[in-house]
């Protein structure tokens, strides 16, 4: 399967960020979903595999590191990148310890995201193939 049939959702409340980023995943071929807050993410998304979930720490109502929270409770198994405009080494750790893909700091390059989105989806590939076959 190829990384470019995957779908990536992102939830920024940052209307300009959104729109500008969905644009650029867009044109690297990806599929782009995005929500504006994590409330709406977790009312609309049916996660469907393969994918990853590119995610604004600083979000209102419920920030990011709550929404990764939730999604593991409820067994969602979404590669997530954790993205932030207020970077610093507390937020990286932690973010690394709940078991983020990767964690870059706004502004990030093309590059960056690139890397990281193609690096979650080949992780969520591979977590998918072996889900499938302990069914």
Excluded at 21 to 41: C, K, N, P, W
């Amino acid at each position: 399967m190829s990384h470019k049939t995957a779908t990536v959702y992102m939830v920024d409340d940052d209307s300009s960020f959104r729109k500008s980023l969905r644009r650029l995943v867009t044109a690297m071929g990806f599929h782009v979903i995005d929500f504006e807050s994590a409330q709406s993410f977790l009312n609309e998304t049916k996660y469907q595999t393969p994918a990853c979930l590119i995610l604004d720490i600083n979000l209102p109502v419920m920030d990011g590191f709550d929404l990764h929270d939730q999604l593991i409770r409820q067994g969602v198994k979404i590669p997530v990148i954790f993205v932030t405009g207020q970077a610093n080494v507390t937020l990286s750790v932690q973010a690394m310890k709940k078991g983020a893909v990767d964690f870059l700091q706004k502004p990030f390059s093309s590059q960056q995201i690139e890397q990281a989105i193609n690096h979650a989806i080949e992780l969520d590939q591979r977590g998918y193939k072996r889900r499938k076959t302990d069914i």
